[in-house]
């Protein structure tokens, strides 16, 4: 088994993880390089059939987060920790003329170094620091990459610093042009080490995800009045040609389930791939287009083919609920998702969630009810709707939702909290509001 890692580097250090992964024989490193850190969301179009992402930092992970949760790869970085500016403040006392007085250092949290200072009992050293906290968490110090330059350059003409320490490469590219005495930040090779096996661990996991069993289910539904043998036939046809493409550059297989059922065997690398690049939809859209009928496909993972087959069956039974063509797609963790044709939902059939089990348990509605009404609500802009919002969501009547609703009213779980007016003629619908978000 071969992982693939693509690793996201400033030139200066690519060197660095290389040495750490030139022994490992069962990987294969593809390196992509910058000179600025925000380069590395751009090298992310360039990376195909990898298995995870290696960022030789926090701050090229930063600029590329958004671009990976597309991807949806597992990704790595190599911290800069108090580790990191322990081992770096040393390097500074043990080489720096001047040692550890008056220095200027840019890190991505002020209180990592406060921490490390504490540690080594150091007080008195008068250190210029900044920190751009928002590459670690949600709402934290700005990064400006022109800023930091900035701020050494100032403390260093002001005669406040005689040295920086800088935990951006392109920095202190830019730092030595200006014949500013500085220097990176030393990532200890533990820190790689750690980040590398980390990196190998996802990969391992990835890849036996991908290597799951996966089965799907496609079936031809039948429109409102008899069927029409010759366009049954027609539509057979139309639906065994489609899938055989589908599948015609990937491990899976086809076999016929009865006149209008085919079941299709593959791994869940090669089915979540169909569905990445938007094979299924084509699938649908192709089959209804020419022949006029509307298709149900449901798709189950599992670690054996008995489960897979058993999520695919769930999975179908959703898609046919539909009253267009439609997929589903039921995870080995009982997670349902679709239909995969518009914007997905999804919701699980199991819960561990002690709060789901406990209001499924008080008002007799299923766990999967409960834990749709809970998605529902949090992909609303407000915790407000309507027995008719929540059938057409959940692809059920309106009076089988008004029954499911009475239910959790009578045990407090959702309130009435006003009524809505109908555009047309009717009586007034009522709004109501989930207690448990």
């Not at 550890?100 to 490390?116: F, G, N």
């Not at 900035?150 to 590219?173: N, P």
Request: hydrophobic share 40%; net charge negative; glycine share 6%.
């Amino acid at each position: 088994m071969t992982i693939t890692i693509a690793v996201i580097s400033s030139e200066e250090f690519l060197p660095r993880i290389l040495k750490h992964t030139q022994s490992i024989d069962y990987i294969q490193l593809t390196s992509y390089t910058y000179q600025n850190p925000k380069e590395s969301a751009s090298l992310l179009d360039q990376i195909h059939d990898c298995d995870v992402l290696l960022f030789a930092g926090p701050l090229p992970y930063f600029f590329s987060k958004e671009k990976v949760e597309q991807k949806k790869l597992p990704a790595v970085y190599i911290p800069l920790d108090e580790y990191t500016i322990s081992l770096s403040l040393f390097h500074t006392l043990l080489n720096v003329p001047g040692g550890l007085d008056r220095i200027s250092i840019d890190l991505p949290k002020a209180e990592y170094i406060e921490k490390v200072a504490e540690e080594l009992g150091i007080t008195s050293t008068p250190w210029y620091v900044k920190d751009y906290s928002e590459i670690i968490e949600e709402g934290g110090t700005k990064f400006d990459v022109e800023e930091i330059i900035q701020f050494h350059k100032e403390r260093w003409e002001q005669k406040q610093s005689h040295f920086a320490l800088t935990g951006v490469d392109y920095v202190y590219r830019q730092l030595r042009e200006m014949n500013i005495p500085s220097a990176s930040m030393v990532s200890p090779d533990k820190n790689i080490r750690d980040a590398v096996n980390q990196a190998i661990a996802y990969g391992q996991l990835k890849i036996s995800q991908n290597s799951q069993i996966a089965v799907g289910i496609a079936a031809i539904q039948q429109n409102d009045g008899p069927p029409v043998e010759t366009q049954w036939q027609d539509a057979t046809i139309i639906l065994l040609q489609e899938l055989l493409e589908l599948v015609k550059e990937t491990d899976a297989s086809i076999q016929k389930l009865g006149m209008d059922q085919f079941i299709i065997y593959g791994t869940r690398g090669s089915i979540e791939q169909m569905i990445e690049y938007g094979k299924i939809m084509q699938v649908l859209g192709n089959v209804d287009l020419l022949a006029k009928v509307r298709v149900a496909i449901g798709f189950g993972f599992g670690l054996t083919a008995k489960e897979a087959e058993a999520n695919a069956r769930i999975a179908i039974y959703h898609a046919q609920k539909t009253k267009e063509s439609s997929a589903y797609l039921v995870t080995d963790e009982k997670e349902v998702i679709g239909p995969l044709n518009t914007e997905s939902k999804a919701f699980h059939l199991k819960s561990e969630n002690k709060e789901v089990l406990e209001i499924a348990e008080k008002t007799g509605a299923s766990v999967a009810t409960i834990t749709k009404i809970m998605q529902y609500v949090k992909l609303r802009r407000d915790n407000r709707f309507t027995a008719s919002d929540l059938a057409e969501y959940l692809q059920i009547s309106r009076r089988s939702s008004e029954r499911t609703l009475k239910k959790l009213i009578e045990h407090q779980v959702v309130e009435v909290v006003g009524e809505e007016q109908p555009y047309q003629q009717g009586r007034p619908r009522a709004v109501y509001r989930l207690n448990h978000p």
